[in-house]
């Protein structure tokens, strides 16, 4: 079962890599960046909301500030278009950090809903100050990204690549936390705080870190975001809708799993791109999308990853009923699994 | 001076409409234990009914309050029975009740979309387009009539709460779920009733936030975000919190706009809410939540 995982996996990465070759169509790619994006932020989201159990309904506040930070860099320095933005992502990840030491020193004062609402807060409060401070950001005539000169065929391509790279990162920091003891501290935070603070957990050093840790590839996420989209306003940077996307996509898939946001996000942006397409010029598309969200919600309330893990540890049970070997096997499966799709923390 | 005291009376009179909208919001919460982020389009969705009923059917827009609201009321059973009743009680909760609420706020916005098209309407009547001269400000007519709707609501809402048999009910099942049930109070349809009024209340609230302002649906993602602002303030749960900072939240927002400009308004409003909540996480009026995270 192992290497039928291993092999599993090693398909899917060769099938997303090759993508764009197989597909060259420009919509097609377009629609594949904003998946990879989105799957890079849920993960991101993820790795401090899901796994500490503070849900954040600000995300935004991160991509804004990594996608201004591009923007700002991109114009004060002449920046050209083309490879170079790329390389300063990392820079914009570093100031999203950044500004989330303070951020998160304010709002991790406050739990549960009250830290969502302050989430929110902040999010709007850096929308104002984009609109406000105009001498600086030039408020709501926005900023235009440098033009890249890359024919229509390949323009996709560069983007398409970096995107996967930002996912791929995002996905080996979310695996390292997942399965190193600064995880099982956060998760541990998620299940009881007071009672965790009580075993030793460094609590608050704990959240803050992974609160910056998830702004620095949320504010790298942004700055592509709006590299790839081209310019750059204070209601698109810092947009609500993005918040409730990003905690969707995770809630979705499965919150505080691994793969749960992946999932979460491959299936969901797609088909709102489709839905946008196919029905948005009818106005259909919103009614369409909350029905089949209730529906998914009230189906499986755990997300979809988790609904599959528990469905799968019930058919291994009833194999392992018949024989002996495959009960051992299946144990192992199972802890293997558990520790993959976060149940390991509930024990 | 003058323009002082004319911010503080606009940030009396809107903070009256806010509260309306507010504590129908903060009921909800502190029976039900969701966030309903949908009281933002309910809003919408009240001052849509009024405004079609005044547009086809002529109906006074004060007056078809007392069609819109119970036929709100019986929206609110509905989707507490069908969706609401259907979430456990246990730690996700809360947040499933967000994705819940927010897909029913996006059918019924795409479901405005269709009828009514995104552009921006406002309610009308003849009576409220005139101003009353005091001293030397002008009081806008529409403003006072919503602010009295808001104290004759508000005041019928604590009566219920406070002084019926109804009331004792919803505050026990605020208080304490599992201990009502124990007592004998049927803790679902209080919940039941209790949504339902909360929504009673958002198409009051809509009709006089349809009156004052220029809407179509998408203001609902602006009103949510100030009404969730506005309850946590206020502390979730409390009544009297929701009141006092709807009060509080609109005149600051007021004299900001008219000290220093209104592009400030929110922004001093979100920085003093954010540095309120740094000293008492629990708001002005709400109560600490034992260990619960």
Redo the contacts between chains.
Sequence with gaps: MKRFRAFGLLALLVLVIVFPVLIPDPGFDSIAIYTLLYAAAVTGWNLFSGYSGYISLGYSSFTGIGAYTLALICTHWQIPGGYIPFLLLPVAGLVAGIFAIPMGWVALRTRRVTFVVVTIAMMFVLQALAFNLSGFTSGSSGIIFPITLWSGDFYNIPYYYVSLVLLLLAIAISWWIRNSKYGLGLLAIRDDEDRALGLGVRTWAFKLSAYVISAFLGGMVGAMFAYYGGSIFPASAFDPVVNLSVALMGFLGGVGTLVGPIVGAFLLEPFQQYLTIQYGSVGLNLIILGSLLLLIILVLPGGIVPALHSLWLKRMASRGAISQVSHAMEQEEGMLLESAEGKRGNR | MALIIDALLSGILTGGIYALMASGLTLI?GVLEI?NVAQGILVILGAYLSYALNQHLHIDIFLGLLITMPVMFALGLGIEWA?IR???QDQ?R???S???M??????I???L??IFTPDLVTLHAKYIDASWPIGSFYLPRVYVFSFILSIVLLTGLYFLVYRTQFGYSLRASMQNRTAAELIGIDVRRVSAITFAIGVALAAAGGMAYGATNLFNAASS?DLI?RL??II?LGG?GSLRGALFASLGMLIISDLTTSLWGS??A??VF??L??GL??FR???LFGQL?G???
């Design positions: 919460f966030v969706f259907r979430l456990k996700s809360i947040m499933l967000v994705l819940v927010f897909a029913i706020a996006l059918i916005e795409g479901v979309n269709l993602y975000s969730l602002v946590v979730m592009q400030w929110s922004t979100f920085v809410l954010v909540l740094v996480p629990q708001g939540g260990r619960k995270q």
